[in-house]
């Protein structure tokens, strides 16, 4: 194949925009932010867990609590009945009157271990919404950094895209002015290459595979038409001529 020197030359400028745009790529998915917005949401997953566990240990200390006041009404009530009808004196049986004092008796230690069991359940519903309200905050503070990284990240990677895009204009129009047949062998090339397809030849060292080039290749480049598309004996990649070619 043979293409004018000019048009070799603008080949390595493709080369040097594609290579841009490999670097963009890449530096668009390894932006430090992918990792801090996945850990983030890694540790606001498992907050957000804790939490519904704890607003549930809350909600059911709470029906506890509810239930064990409730017994603790009922008992009173029946004390306070008790003890109206003790001293109405409409009870007149001395045995009635015994068993209804034991009665109150009995009334009022139930009470006092209902009681017990309200304030044990009050202090573990406390304990509860303390948990509640740690790990609302917790959650909201990482929602805020993780919130943060993804407009940090968006931001890097609109600066990213835009650079992008001119590089991709400029290569357009590069690639444009070259015969179709060295773009397509240069695409080809390139694909196979790892997004290298073409490599300036410096000091008789090919900047593809950084080899040099033995002593019969040299002489074999001079004696080469300046059009001739050369190709990287070891690489295979297009080596293009330029003035610092060292032949």
Known sequence: MNADPADQIRLLDVQALDLRLSQLDHKRGS???????????????????????????????AREQ??????????????????????SGTVSSSKDLESLQREIVSLAKRQGDLEDVVLEVMERRESAQERVAELTE????????TDDAIVRRDAATEGLDAEAATVTKEREVVAGTLPADLLKLYEKLRTQQGGVG??????????????????????????????????????????????????
């Open 138 to 145: 917790r959650v909201s503070s990482v929602q805020a950094r």
């Open 66 to 87: 509810t239930k064990a006041e409730q017994d603790v009404d009922q008992v009173r009530q029946r004390a306070v009945r008790d003890q109206q009808r003790l001293d």
């Open 198 to 247: 073409a490599a300036r030849l410096y000091r008789r060292r090919c900047e593809g595979c950084q080899l040099e080039l033995n002593i019969t290749e040299v002489n074999e480049v001079k004696a080469a038409p300046r059009d001739a598309v050369w190709r990287c004996e070891n690489c295979r990649r297009i080596l293009v001529r330029t003035a610092d070619s060292g032949l």
């Open 31 to 61: 932006l430090p932010e992918h990792a801090e917005i996945e850990s983030l949401t890694k540790d606001l997953a498992q907050l957000k867990d804790l939490l519904v566990a704890s607003q549930t240990e809350e909600s059911d200390t």
